[in-house]
Every structure is written in structure tokens, then in C-alpha cells.
């Protein structure tokens, strides 16, 4: 039986001409204020409150929300202008969500937005990803503490690039539609090489840019993984895979650049990651590398930004008994764990997925801080929790390792 992996396309009708009407951005009411950057500027989304990402934001205007639900960093602007020769980068939210712009107005980039994954970094640190993207695997440490792998769907074990992705460490995750919004995986770590004691490069980051009016790129949106190096030694760490941008603006115009491209790596470049391109209207001739999915919006569409009510949906529910929280932060040592085990040979892991069918796989994936490649279990089906919406239990046992690990669940749907 051939099988996919879970995937949400959608679409709207496209028809001919071009009439001029803006398209619906729900949730764009403008409380952020405008965006005008003209000089390099670091946008920290750890300032933002935690609510609802449609909410009134006047209160904390500039900051956006950060929507737990939707894992997202959401800013409703008016208009976003960032000048020629300025460059904007971000500073992850704990959670380490993508971004999500909203505008209800025209949207002009002549600069750089930048949410490419760090360069592989110095044990024991882990080289952050680009906000919505995930890290890369750790150098080895010694005494006993091995090299490790990158974490994300498609983290590279031990020295092999993330996979997004079309190469490198992981099978192709995610949709052309980029509904939900995720990032690129990070490259694993090292025990010895020429480049120094790095560590596996980060993941690229995450956008979401909705647009009422005129999007114009002049200048560049830059999703790149981070590359297994130090910057300045190329080393033999793998690199992190390109991360994700969509589009979507009543017009598209402008002759800049996007990209979503793996970082480079001594071995071979990694996987790289999605670009979605919805419009109305189409005057610009903007350089797109992967290529990018595209769809002709409709005159005053409304768009669509989340998975709608009813999509399938898994979530792991609680590990060795302990509940999960809905809201998962663990950093491996900068914050608690968001689950603590006693040290034991294995454990149980329970999830629950929504409008999943019984005849999928779901898969159960371990990625230790300090080993060089993760583990992946298949989950066995436990219990009907509801017929409606169909709610079903699943059950694993996962092997435990002494110290840090994340924990991920995936379906494979028949």
C-alpha cells in the first residue's frame, strides 16, 4: 500500500483577469501599529504576551502575541517598511515559533528579513534555528558525552545534514501549502574534524507575510539553514536544513530575492525547505530559490491562515505518566525539563490524534542531546476516545537515556 505522510493542501478558486480588491486578512486589526525599519534591528520575540493571536494588541503594541495554540508569534501591522541597506533578524520566542505578519496595508522590502539558523556553535551549546526552525545536534563534549544529533522531523544524525528536505537527514515533512507553518531541521554534531569543536548548524526559520494590499521585495527574505561550521572553519558537522516563507498579497511586485536554501556543509549541502507564493496579482519577477509553490487568488479572497476546524491533528499526552504540558518549552538546562523521568531502561509514551485514521502509522521519534543518531518507535493502537470528532489513543515504548532528550510524534496516514 503506498503511504504519505500527513499533509493539509488548500486552495481557492482562481479566476481570469485581474481586478483590483483587496483580499481579507482575518485578524489584520492594525494594533501593532506600523513596521519601519531603517537601520539593522533585532526583533525579540520573547517580549511577546501569550493570548490569542486575533486579539486586540494596543497594549503592547509592537510585540505582537504569542498564540500557544496556533504556535505562532503573530504582529498585526498597518504597513511594514523595511529601507534599503537595513536588515531585520529575530530572537526566539522560548518557543521557538514562527512569525506571522499581518497587514492591513502595503508591505515594502528593499532590505534583508533574515531568519536563517545559526552556524554550528562551540559545546555544549546547540546553534539556535531561525524562529519556527529547530537546533542543531551538539559537538562532542568527552568523558562519556557523545556527539548528537539535529532535532527537528528531519534532524540529521550524526554528521548528516537536516532534511526539510530533499537531502541530507530526514524524509520530506511538511505541505507545499505551508499550512501549518513549520521550519527546517538541524544538521547533527561532529566527534572530531577539521573545522574545530562546533556542533551541528540550526534550522531556518519560519514567515508567514499576509499582505491586504501591495507586497513589494526589492530586497531579500532569507530562510537558510545554519552551515556546520563556525563561520570561519568549514567543518564536519552536518548543516541545517532551509526553512519556510509564505506569501500572500493582493499584488506581488519587485525584482528581489527569497530563499529557503540548506546551509552549506563539507559534505553536501542540505536539504532545503518551502516557498508558497499566493496573489492576486502577479507585476514583479522576484527570484525564488527552491521553487516555490504557487496559487492565483481570487479578487477580495479571504485567506486562509491556520488548519481549519476539524483538520487531523496528534499530540503526545503524557510520557512515563506525567502529562505533557499543551504548551512544551524544555531547553535542555536554560529551563526546566517539561517532563522528568527516573533513570529506567524504557517508557510509555500515550498519543492522542484527531480525525486520524486507525489504519495510519504513527511514528515516535527520540532525539537524545548527546548521541549521535535519534531513535524512532511505531506507535500501537489503544483506544477510541470519541467517534466524533473520531479521537483516537496510541501507545509506545521509547527507550529513556540518561540526560536531555525531545521527544516527537508524526503520522503516516494510509
Known amino acids: 500500500?503506498?503511504?504519505?505522510?500527513?499533509?493539509?493542501?488548500?486552495?481557492?478558486?482562481?479566476?481570469?483577469?485581474?481586478?483590483?480588491?483587496?483580499?481579507?486578512?482575518?485578524?489584520?486589526?492594525?494594533?501593532?501599529?506600523?513596521?519601519?525599519?531603517?537601520?539593522?534591528?533585532?526583533?525579540?520575540?520573547?517580549?511577546?504576551?501569550?493570548?490569542?493571536?486575533?486579539?486586540?494588541?494596543?497594549?503592547?503594541?509592537?510585540?505582537?502575541?504569542?498564540?500557544?495554540?496556533?504556535?505562532?508569534?503573530?504582529?498585526?501591522?498597518?504597513?511594514?517598511n523595511v529601507a534599503a541597506g537595513a536588515k531585520v533578524t529575530f530572537k526566539n520566542n522560548a518557543s521557538r515559533a514562527p512569525v506571522v505578519w499581518l497587514v492591513s496595508g502595503d508591505v515594502t522590502i528593499a532590505g534583508t528579513v533574515d531568519l536563517s539558523g545559526e552556524n554550528g556553535q562551540a559545546a555544549p551549546l546547540l546553534a539556535e534555528p531561525g524562529p519556527g526552525g529547530f537546533r542543531g545536534g551538539v559537538y562532542q563534549l568527552g568523558g562519556g558525552v557523545g556527539q548528537g544529533a539535529g532535532f527537528g522531523p528531519g534532524g540529521g544524525g550524526f554528521?548528516?545534514?537536516?532534511?526539510?528536505?530533499?537531502?541530507?537527514?530526514?524524509?520530506?515533512?511538511?505541505?507545499?501549502?505551508?499550512?501549518?507553518?513549520?521550519?527546517?531541521?538541524?544538521?547533527?554534531?561532529?566527534?572530531?574534524?577539521?573545522?574545530?569543536?562546533?556542533?551541528?548548524?540550526?534550522?531556518?526559520?519560519?514567515?508567514?507575510?499576509?499582505?491586504a494590499k501591495v507586497c513589494t521585495i526589492n530586497g531579500t527574505i532569507s530562510a537558510i539553514g545554519g552551515e556546520g561550521s563556525n563561520g570561519d572553519n568549514w567543518g564536519l558537522s552536518g548543516s541545517g536544513s532551509g526553512g519556510s516563507v509564505r506569501i500572500v498579497c493582493e499584488s506581488l511586485s519587485g525584482i528581489g530575492s527569497c530563499f529557503a536554501l540548506g546551509g552549506r556543509s563539507y559534505y553536501n549541502n542540505s536539504g532545503v525547505g518551502r516557498i508558497r507564493l499566493e496573489r492576486h496579482i502577479n507585476t514583479g519577477s522576484v527570484v525564488v530559490n527552491p521553487a516555490p509553490s504557487t496559487l492565483d487568488l481570487t479578487a477580495g479572497a479571504t485567506v486562509l491562515l491556520w488548519p481549519p476546524a476539524g483538520a487531523p491533528s496528534a499530540r503526545v499526552v503524557s510520557i512515563g505518566g506525567v502529562d505533557v504540558p499543551t504548551d512544551p518549552r524544555a531547553a535542555f538546562g536554560t529551563y526546566n525539563p517539561d517532563v522528568a523521568l527516573p533513570l529506567v531502561a524504557n517508557t510509555q509514551v500515550v498519543i492522542e490524534t484527531?480525525?486520524?485514521?486507525?489504519?495510519?502509522?504513527?511514528?515516535?521519534?527520540?532525539?537524545?542531546?548527546?548521541?549521535?543518531?535519534?531513535?524512532?518507535?511505531?506507535?500501537?493502537?489503544?483506544?477510541?476516545?470519541?467517534?466524533?470528532?473520531?479521537?483516537?489513543?496510541?501507545?509506545?515504548?521509547?527507550?529513556?537515556?540518561?540526560?536531555?532528550?525531545?521527544?516527537?510524534?508524526?503520522?503516516?496516514?494510509?
Open 1 to 80: 500500500m503506498k503511504k504519505r505522510t500527513l499533509s493539509l493542501t488548500f486552495a481557492f478558486l482562481a479566476c481570469q483577469g485581474a481586478v483590483q480588491a483587496d483580499i481579507v486578512i482575518p485578524g489584520a486589526n492594525g494594533t501593532d501599529g506600523a513596521l519601519n525599519i531603517t537601520a539593522n534591528t533585532v526583533i525579540d520575540l520573547s517580549q511577546a504576551p501569550t493570548g490569542t493571536w486575533d486579539q486586540d494588541n494596543s497594549a503592547n503594541a509592537g510585540k505582537g502575541v504569542y498564540d500557544p495554540e496556533k504556535w505562532a508569534v503573530v504582529f498585526k501591522y498597518t504597513s511594514i
Open 159 to 211: 554528521t548528516v545534514n537536516g532534511g526539510y528536505g530533499t537531502a541530507g537527514g530526514g524524509e520530506r515533512y511538511g505541505n507545499p501549502s505551508l499550512i501549518p507553518l513549520i521550519g527546517g531541521s538541524g544538521g547533527g554534531g561532529k566527534s572530531s574534524g577539521w573545522g574545530g569543536a562546533i556542533g551541528g548548524g540550526g534550522g531556518g526559520g519560519a514567515i508567514l507575510i499576509a499582505v
Open 354 to 414: 484527531v480525525n486520524i485514521e486507525q489504519l495510519s502509522q504513527i511514528k515516535v521519534r527520540i532525539t537524545p542531546r548527546d548521541s549521535a543518531n535519534h531513535t524512532e518507535v511505531t506507535a500501537t493502537f489503544s483506544t477510541t476516545v470519541s467517534a466524533d470528532p473520531l479521537t483516537l489513543r496510541w501507545t509506545a515504548t521509547v527507550p529513556t537515556n540518561m540526560g536531555h532528550s525531545a521527544l516527537q510524534a508524526r503520522v503516516i496516514r494510509p
